[in-house]
């Protein structure tokens, strides 16, 4: 059974870091992209950013395009999220997914194309 369990969220302030870690179990992922998608409150979710768990390729959306870098520890089997110069505007729920790359003909930031999804880690920016 594919579990994907994220962390790391908590509250910060304008400017500040936070990494957010998705443990991935269940199957082998390195046929899989593995992204970062966000829902504010009142908002749909969007998506923040990807990587294929082979190799370094990497996509993020524009407005976290600079600030934010995304990572794997294939070892550790791990996705990370690395946020940094943080604005209240990221606020939202954060959640973590797994795509098949076969089954994705976007860019990898399509909803719709992704099977897997955790259970979302909260992040809250203050001013």
């Known amino acids: 059974q594919v579990q994907l369990v994220e962390s790391g969220g908590g509250l910060m302030q304008a400017g500040g870091s936070l990494r957010l870690s998705c443990a991935a179990s269940?199957?082998?992922?390195?046929?899989?992209?593995m992204g970062w998608f966000r829902q504010a409150p009142g908002k749909e979710r969007e998506f923040v950013a990807r990587i294929r768990w082979s190799g370094d390729n990497t996509y993020y959306a524009d407005s976290v395009k600079g600030r934010f870098t995304i990572s794997r520890d294939n070892a550790k089997n791990t996705v990370y999220l690395q946020m940094n110069s943080l604005k209240p505007e990221d606020t939202a729920v954060y959640y973590c997914?797994?795509?098949?790359?076969?089954?994705?003909?976007?860019?990898?930031?399509?909803?719709?194309?992704?099977?897997?999804w955790g259970q979302g880690t909260q992040v809250t920016v203050s001013s």
């Open positions: 269940g199957r082998a992922f390195s046929s899989y992209f």
């Open positions: 997914a797994a795509a098949l790359v076969v089954r994705v003909v976007s860019i990898g930031s399509r909803e719709d194309e992704y099977d897997y």
